[in-house]
Structures are given as structure tokens and as C-alpha cells.
């Protein structure tokens, strides 16, 4: 019998970073963390603390990694042929235009899960979108992105806070009292003591543990 599964509450971490997206300043965050610590659900817990109900999605995945544009392929229409460059303005420009969410809400969310399995051209048009939306005026959007901290890190991607376009968080494992309620949530009688030792604040470890 399946156990029923509690969402890790990161309450503190989501209103301080959701405060930061607020900033007018504050261009998008980038969420960086070891796999499992939870960057995916963290950033959907973001997006609805900030009342985005159907933010811009693009996932990167090792499928798609190879293909060119693979992550953005629902989301830009490109014509164009030729160089790299003329191919990523090509899809930027698809991107500003054609999305309805970016061109009418300056307060659009656009997420990019596992940037780091972003293929090459997809890595420089999120890094393209980022520098074009800090500059823009009103402002049009803000990016939410989630990364292995570990490498390899597409340059493009790594460039993003490097470069100053997105503030870097490093997301934490769970404290105790959030593993505690976690486990609780369960309700399956696990020691929440003993399953923090054992998983290190992992929520992934944690989920596999007790499931």
C-alpha cells in the first residue's frame, strides 16, 4: 500500500524568494541544489505564493538535450537559417511576440526546470530572454530557474548569475522540524529523527525511504 506523500514545507525559504521576484531589482532567481533537495517543487510552490496559476513552463531533459531548441520546441516558431546567433534572435523574437503571457503581463513567470539539461542554443535564448527582460522597461516578466549545483553546468546557464541577470539561492536540505512534519504528514510511524540522520534533509531520500 502506497503511503500518501506530504509536499516538504519550505514556507520561509518560498515567501523570502517569492519577496525577491517582487523586487522590481531583482530580474529572476536561479534555485541551485543537489538532485532530490526539491527545486522543482520549490519553484512551483513560488509560483503560486505569487498567484501564477499557468506560468511559462520549459523543462530540460537529457531526451531533448541534443536537440537544437529542444526545451523551447512548443514555444517558438523559427524560419530563420543560419548562424547560431541569428538563429537565437530568431527565437527570442518568436518568443516576445508570439507568447500572449509575455506580451501582456509584466508580472509573467516564466520557469526553466533543470536548466542544466538545457541543449546549447536553448542555454543562450534563456540567457538572451534573462538579459532582455532586466533591461525592459516596463518591465515584462521574470525568470525562475532550477539547476544541478553540481557539474557539468552549460556555460550559458552558470553565465546567468555570473553575470549578475538572476540572483543564485542555494536551496537547503530540510531542517529537522521540517523533515519532522513531513514525516508526520505520512502518518506511517517513521522515526522522524532516525529518517533525518538517514537522508541527510534529502526530501527525495526521505520519500524513498519511507514509500
Known amino acids: 500500500m502506497s503511503i500518501p506523500w506530504a509536499t516538504a514545507p ?7 524568494i517569492a519577496e525577491l521576484l517582487d523586487d522590481r531589482d531583482t530580474g529572476g532567481i536561479a534555485l541551485l541544489g543537489v538532485d532530490g533537495v526539491g ?9 503560486e505564493r505569487l498567484g501564477q496559476r499557468s506560468p511559462v513552463r520549459v523543462i530540460g531533459t537529457a531526451t531533448q538535450s541534443q536537440i537544437p531548441f ?11 537559417v543560419g548562424k547560431p546567433a541569428v538563429l537565437i534572435q530568431a527565437a527570442l523574437d518568436s518568443l516576445l511576440t508570439q507568447n500572449s503571457l509575455l ?10 526546470d533543470d536548466a542544466h539539461l538545457l541543449d546549447p542554443l536553448s542555454a543562450t535564448l534563456v540567457y538572451q530572454l534573462a538579459q532582455h527582460l532586466k533591461s ?5 516578466g521574470r525568470i525562475l530557474v532550477t539547476a544541478r549545483s553540481t557539474p557539468p553546468i552549460p556555460t550559458a546557464v552558470a553565465a546567468l548569475w555570473e553575470d549578475g541577470l538572476l540572483r543564485r539561492v542555494d536551496v537547503p536540505p530540510l531542517n529537522g522540524a ?9 502518518d506511517s510511524g517513521a522515526d522522524a529523527v532516525e529518517f533525518y540522520r538517514r537522508s541527510a534533509g534529502n ?7 519511507v514509500m
Not at 10 to 16: A, H, I, M, P
Not at 103 to 112: G, K
Open 70 to 80: 529542444g526545451a523551447f520546441d512548443s514555444l517558438v516558431n523559427i524560419t530563420e
Open 136 to 140: 525592459a522597461q516596463p518591465r515584462r
Open 103 to 112: 506580451t501582456q503581463a509584466d508580472d509573467a513567470l516564466i520557469i526553466i
Open 178 to 186: 521540517e523533515n519532522a512534519e513531513v514525516i508526520a504528514a505520512t
Open 10 to 16: 519550505r514556507r520561509q525559504l518560498v515567501d523570502e
Open 203 to 209: 526530501p527525495l531520500h526521505l520519500r524513498l525511504m
Open 39 to 47: 527545486k522543482t517543487t520549490l519553484a512551483a510552490q513560488i509560483a
